[in-house]
C-alpha cells in the first residue's frame, strides 16, 4: 500500500500505515502453568504476552496495557471468565478486543454461555499448539483489518469533507 495519498493537505497521513508495535495477548487463567504452557506455545508467533490471574486483574490489566487479543479461562475465583467477557464487550472502549475462551469444559450450555457474553472463540483444554497459533493469528489478523478500515473510512470522511469545504469556499 502507499505511504501516502496525494490530496491538497500534505500534512495529512493515510490511515493505512503498518505499525511498528507488537501485538499483545492477555493471557488470563488462575493456573500459572497453564499461563506459562500459553506463553511457550505463542513465542513461535510475533506477539508479547501478559497475565492475569483472575477475573477482576484482567479488567483491571486490560484497562491499564490495552491488549490486542485475550485467551480467557472460564473457571477462575473472584469473577468468571463468562462474567468478565461480557463486561469487556459491554463497554465501547473493549467490545472490539478479541476474547478466546479456554475451556476444560465440554458442556453446550456453557459455549451457549460464552457466546452470550460475546466471546469470538473457544478453545479446549488439553490445548493443541497449532490450533491455538491459528486461531490466535486469525482473530489478530481480523482485528488489524477491522481497524485498517475504521482509519481508512475516517480519513476518506475527512478528505470529503474538506473537498466540500473548499467547493462551498468557491462558490460563495
Known amino acids: 500500500m502507499p505511504d501516502k495519498v496525494e490530496n491538497n493537505n500534505s500534512d495529512r497521513r493515510p490511515p493505512f500505515q503498518e505499525s511498528s508495535r507488537r501485538n499483545v495477548v492477555l493471557i488470563v487463567d488462575d493456573n500459572k502453568q497453564n499461563v506459562e504452557l500459553l506463553r511457550e506455545y505463542l513465542e513461535s508467533i510475533d506477539v508479547d504476552t501478559i497475565a492475569a490471574y483472575d477475573g477482576i486483574e484482567a479488567l483491571d490489566v486490560v484497562a491499564r496495557s490495552k491488549p490486542d487479543l485475550i485467551l ?76 485498517e478500515l475504521e482509519r481508512t473510512l475516517a480519513y476518506l470522511n475527512e478528505v470529503d469533507s474538506s473537498r466540500r469545504e473548499r467547493e462551498s469556499s468557491k462558490s460563495e
Open 72 to 147: 480467557l479461562d472460564i473457571m477462575m475465583p473472584k469473577m468468571s471468565g463468562f462474567e468478565v467477557c461480557r463486561k469487556l464487550k459491554s463497554d465501547p472502549a473493549t467490545r472490539d478486543i478479541p476474547i478466546i475462551m479456554v475451556t476444560a469444559l465440554g458442556d453446550l450450555s456453557d459455549i451457549d454461555r460464552g457466546i452470550e457474553s460475546g466471546t469470538d472463540d473457544f478453545l479446549s483444554k488439553p490445548i493443541n499448539r497449532l490450533e491455538l497459533i491459528t486461531r490466535v493469528k486469525s482473530l489478530l489478523r481480523l482485528r488489524h483489518l477491522k481497524d
